[in-house]
């Protein structure tokens, strides 16, 4: 399976009265990570959930390559980490993630690699009740990963996340996915994560949302920590903070 | 600790048993500890045999009843728009008084213990489906999300998710189940079985013969309430923290218009109808004592026995309607009275949810022995009967009176009694009435089962008269007419609730 587009055209969204999503309108290149950042309540939750095809737009169209998100779903083709991890509490850590290949009819190769590369070393028999948020949020993502998806659905994946471990996943996942051509969608609060972890920023203007700029992050090669202190690094973190403080 | 404190307990109870006993040698209506005991020594094999049959019954329709509610819980959530029709046929099945329907399954199965069987199923069903549903449903979006995001369908979600997650529900209905099926039993035993601890409490009753009476009750209420505790257990140990659920018939939606509703019944009772006779020419069953709606409606429009059906249902209601009113009353009197004192409330609600499980019926005897064959006795069991389970969700509905309300109301220093009227008596209408909704069944069960033992007046006499002489027309008549009256009356307090509860929401806007 190569690589896809996902392509929104003229999306709108409203729930009763509030309008959600206003006209937006892009494509999120194949193979490639495009982050979402934004006031919160501006509408960037209700985008993926459309991408998903957990809820239907209220006028527009929305594509993953040729099909529909209801037919990616149906074949396994895509996933979705939640900003609440929703793990079912009476499996275990392993089970849950194996959970994600289970659902998308996928062999369920490759369940310790992920615990290991989310750091979940040790507690792959633990049960959700027992590990913290941010530990259930790394299982959440694991689950999400296993069934090697086209089409990756982040929002805001490492919220509940501590600081040192956050840093240690900006390093090793996207390598993953990377890898794989995962048309790559991520939510995120902080902008030097969207930085760092993306090939393109979109800022998006408080609700209903807007595309306010379209950045490209055009930084070549392997992307570590260290990355985040050369001048390139901090001009593009400035140039999405202002387009942020604009949009406050 | 706590076990020798309730050992003590029951020690002191059975001399304060026995004491009474003594200073009332020889009575008609009571047995002290000693008689029983006696007696039970002197009977072991025959009450043995008959425990073993019972029971055994109540387990085979345990598990049936439940396995049906299990069905008909799945086909809900698999096919959404079944609901409004399966809850309607549940509910009105589960409306038939169980003492009407068991003379109806004999001359259906004829001698054994078929319609033990059934009537067991039939009083564990209900109460199953209705705690399942909720249980199946209570589970969180995201999960339904996460299904979804895989293209997976209601099938898998009720396979992976919510089967699992309904199982504290479940095990709440289950427990409740579990002394229900053993009145269920019973209760066909009454109605014209060879063997078990009905027709012998029968028996006793009939010969008064207070010591049997006694024993068996006891017999019946221990082993009931064993089946509560083994379902107990096994809920502890699956389910540690079990769910507070009101078990009570899901609330229409308010927003059908009133022709919408009309027609919505007119759909049931045609389906009902057509079942009825459907099923009946599909089995080709005797039309001797198969009757079709048809018969029935012939039969009654004779006047004479059409008198004859209303004047037993004037004189069931007479003992029916206060009685219920009175369990009512006490059951959410007490509540609320408990309230004011919440230490003491803590430590009888154990003790009440356990008795709320005792399945009157079983002590049924005992009440007519204490209280008399007449006004009395009958209106007691009536009211014993709702009592229990009225004072359970009442108790439950004050609790969850919003913490929050509660310190508001505390942090301006009103009274106890203050905060009571003004916060938790709305808070728990709700309770309330779901227990008067489901109350109905059990004051109509309650009062034909006590006449049917005892009173000699009334619907309940009439079924067994009937029964007994082939009358076959006049019982189905009961039984219709006992349904209409128990849908009819359901249907009045839904609509009291809709009022009551409106007034008090507008209230709350104000
Ligand atoms: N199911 C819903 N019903 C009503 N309003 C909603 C719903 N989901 C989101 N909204 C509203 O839509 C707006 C955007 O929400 P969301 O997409 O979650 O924002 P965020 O950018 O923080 O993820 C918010 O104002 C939110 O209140
Ligand atoms: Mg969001």
Request: with cysteine; proline share 5%; glycine share 8%.
């Amino acid at each position: 399976m190569t690589a896809a587009d996902i392509s929104c055209e003229n999306v709108r969204k409203s729930f009763d009265r509030t309008d959600a999503v206003a006209e937006f309108s892009t494509v999120f290149q194949a193979g490639r990570t495009t982050a979402l950042v934004g006031p919160s309540g501006c509408g960037k939750s209700t985008i993926l959930r459309m991408i998903a095809g957990l809820d239907a737009p209220d006028a527009g169209l929305i594509r993953l390559g040729p099909e529909t998100p209801k037919q990616v779903a149906r074949r396994g083709g895509l996933s979705m980490a939640f900003q609440d991890p929703s793990l079912l509490p009476w499996r275990t850590v392993r089970s849950n993630i194996a959970l994600g290949a289970e659902l998308a009819r996928k062999p369920a190769g490759g369940v310790d690699d992920l615990i290991h590369l989310v750091g979940l070393d040790g507690f792959a028999d633990h049960r959700p009740a027992e590990l913290s948020g941010g530990m259930r949020q790394r299982a959440a993502i694991a689950r999400s990963l296993i069934s090697e998806p086209e089409f990756l659905l982040l929002d805001e994946p490492f919220g509940a996340v501590d600081a040192i471990t956050r840093r240690r996943l900006n390093q090793d996942l996207p390598p993953l996915w990377r890898r794989r051509k995962t048309t790559t969608i991520l939510v995120t609060h902080s902008v030097e994560e969207a930085v760092l972890l993306s090939d393109r920023v979109i800022v998006l203007s408080p609700r209903p949302a807007r595309i306010l700029s379209d950045i490209q992050i055009d930084i070549e090669g392997l992307r570590t920590a260290a990355e985040t202190n050369s001048a390139k690094f901090q001009a593009l973190k400035s140039k999405v903070l202002a387009a942020l403080e604009e949009a406050a | 600790m706590t076990v020798t404190r309730s050992l003590l307990g029951v020690v002191a109870t059975i001399l304060v048993w026995e004491a009474i006993a003594r200073i009332q040698p020889n009575s008609v209506f009571f047995s002290g500890p000693s008689d029983v005991a006696n007696y039970i020594i002197g009977h072991s094999g025959l009450l043995f045999r008959a425990a073993v049959e019972t029971t055994g019954n109540a387990v085979i329709g345990f598990l049936w009843g439940n396995f049906v509610a299990f069905a008909l819980a799945c086909l809900v959530i698999l096919i959404p728009r079944s609901e409004w029709v399966v809850s309607a046929l549940a509910l009105l099945v589960f409306c038939i008084p169980l003492i009407a329907s068991g003379p109806i399954l004999r001359v259906l199965f004829g001698p054994g213990s078929g319609p033990q069987i059934t009537l067991a199923a039939l009083a564990v069903y209900y109460t199953t489906f209705l705690s399942l549903v909720v249980g199946l449903r209570a589970i969180s979006q995201n999960w339904t999300d996460l299904m979804t995001i895989y293209g997976r369908g209601r099938l898998s979600t009720l396979l992976i998710v919510r089967l699992r997650a309904s199982l504290p529900y479940l095990f709440v209905g289950l427990q409740i189940a579990a002394p229900a099926a053993f009145l269920g039993a019973m209760i066909g035993e009454f109605t014209g079985a060879e063997k078990g601890l009905g027709v012998l409490t029968l028996r006793a009753m009939r010969g008064l013969q207070t010591d049997a009476t006694w024993a068996l009750a006891l017999i019946s209420a221990s082993l009931a309430m064993l089946g509560y505790a083994c379902v107990g257990l096994i809920k502890e140990k699956l389910t540690p923290h079990a769910p507070t659920i009101l078990v009570s018939t899901p609330r229409g939606r308010s927003d059908h218009s009133f022709p919408a509703q009309v027609i919505g019944v007119a759909a049931i009772a045609a389906l009902v109808f057509f079942l009825w006779q459907g099923s009946m020419d599909a089995f080709n069953l005797n039309p001797f004592f198969a009757k079709r709606p048809g018969d029935i409606w012939q039969f009654l429009s004779h006047p004479a026995n059409m008198n004859t059906l209303l004047n037993a249902l004037g004189a069931t209601l007479a003992y029916a309607i206060p009685g219920y009113l009175a369990g009512l009353a006490l059951g959410a009197g007490l509540a609320v009275v408990l309230m004011l004192w919440p230490p003491v409330a803590r430590a009888i609600m154990p003790t009440a949810i356990t008795l709320r499980a005792v399945p009157i019926i079983t002590t049924a005897p005992l009440l007519v022995l204490a209280f008399g064959r007449g006004f009395t006795g009958t209106v007691a069991i009536v009211a014993v009967m709702i009592f229990f389970p009225t004072l359970v969700a009442c108790l439950q509905g004050l609790r969850q009176t919003p913490t929050q309300i509660v310190d508001l109301f505390e942090s301006y220093g009103v009274t106890r009694f203050k905060l009571l009227r003004s916060a938790q008596i709305p808070a728990m209408l709700p309770a309330l009435f779901a227990s008067a909704r489901m109350a109905v069944p059990a004051a109509l069960l309650a009062v034909t089962t006590a006449e049917w033992l005892a009173t000699g007046r009334g619907i309940g006499v009439l079924m067994a008269l009937t029964a007994s002489t082939s009358d076959y027309n006049m019982l189905w008549s009961c039984v219709v007419l006992l349904c209409l009256v128990a849908v009819g009356a359901f249907a009045m307090v839904a609509w009291c609730e809709k009022r009551v509860l409106r007034i008090y929401a507008s209230e709350q806007l104000a």
